[in-house]
């Protein structure tokens, strides 16, 4: 089966979420497919969240055994980016030193690889999976140039968005990507997994009353519920989405059936994906003081 790519506007995040929805169908549509041939023969760009769900839509296919081959790849800068950026397996490191030489290697691009972090609570994978985020705020903020607020909004959120996918998803990997858009002076910031959804964490801990995708993020955005046992924890979701909205950018939350963009949430989607994913799209040009974001 052909799946194909159609062109999308970067600065329209609805444009793009309409493209996830049809892509997610398509997806859902094509588990018992031996061979699917993904083709970008239409486009010159993909957007950070359409290509770290099209990464992990990968992996998921080819653990199912089923072939996937990228074709219509005509476009010499498209390819280029998308085998930089190791699209369709995402980094993995075996050890601490190979991790930081190889991540050492993107200190001069705007864009990081999609890293494939390790999920388990073991002592080695926590040792890998926290140099990871180390070493990509690191570069962050030698490419960036970020002040102490901006390096502090961004190991926040990266840091709370893997714990949630370390405390609550219940799998052994996640994914994580960013793009820097100099020109346009914002940072797109991608996080992904193939768990328990949202909701699925909220049953297994025991929360009633919530049936459906969509109420689970209600509940996590909107009243602030978490399933975090330890004190002096944030709020998860809705600390940081609160301050992304402080902050006037751009917030897009993906579990199951249910979809929250800014403060439009979609009920019942067409199609469903078995995990959640987190996006934040975040102006560079602000001044601020991140412990202030905090209280607000």
Not at 127 to 147: G, H, P, Q, T, V
Not at 162 to 176: F, K, M, R, S, Y
């Amino acid at each position: 089966m052909k799946i194909s790519l159609l062109p999308h506007d970067t600065d329209d995040l609805n444009q793009i979420l309409n493209e996830y929805i049809r892509l997610l169908t398509l997806f859902n549509k094509v588990q018992d497919q031996t061979h699917i041939f993904l083709s970008f023969e239409n486009i010159h760009f993909v957007n950070p969240l359409l290509a770290l769900f099209l990464s992990a839509s990968i992996g998921k296919a080819k653990q199912a055994q089923c072939k996937v081959e990228l074709i219509g790849l005509n476009d010499e800068g498209l390819r280029n980016y998308l085998n930089t950026i190791y699209f369709s397996e995402g980094f993995q490191a075996r050890n601490e030193d190979e991790c930081l030489i190889f991540l050492k290697s993107y200190g001069s691009k705007t864009f990081l690889p999609i890293l494939h972090f390790p999920a388990s609570d073991n002592d080695f994978q926590t040792n890998i999976r926290d140099l990871m985020i180390s070493a990509l705020i690191e570069l962050m903020k030698a490419e960036l140039r970020l002040d102490y607020s901006y390096q502090n909004l961004y190991s926040y959120l990266i840091y709370e968005m893997v714990d949630n996918i370390v405390e609550h998803a219940q799998v052994e990997a996640g994914w994580l990507f960013a793009q820097y858009y100099k020109q346009k002076a914002y940072l797109d910031l991608c996080i992904l997994d193939t768990g328990v959804t949202i909701l699925g964490s909220y049953q297994r801990f025991g929360v009633t009353g919530i049936y459906k995708h969509s109420d689970a993020i209600r509940k996590a955005i909107e009243e602030g519920c978490s399933t975090k046992l330890e004190s002096g924890r944030g709020h998860g979701l809705s600390d940081s989405f609160r301050k992304i909205k402080q902050l006037q950018g751009d917030l897009i939350l993906i579990s199951g059936d249910g979809l929250l963009h800014n403060n439009f949430l979609y009920l019942d989607l067409p199609a469903s994906w078995q995990g959640t994913i987190v996006f934040f799209r975040i102006p560079m040009q602000q001044k601020f003081d991140f412990y202030k974001l905090t209280y607000l």
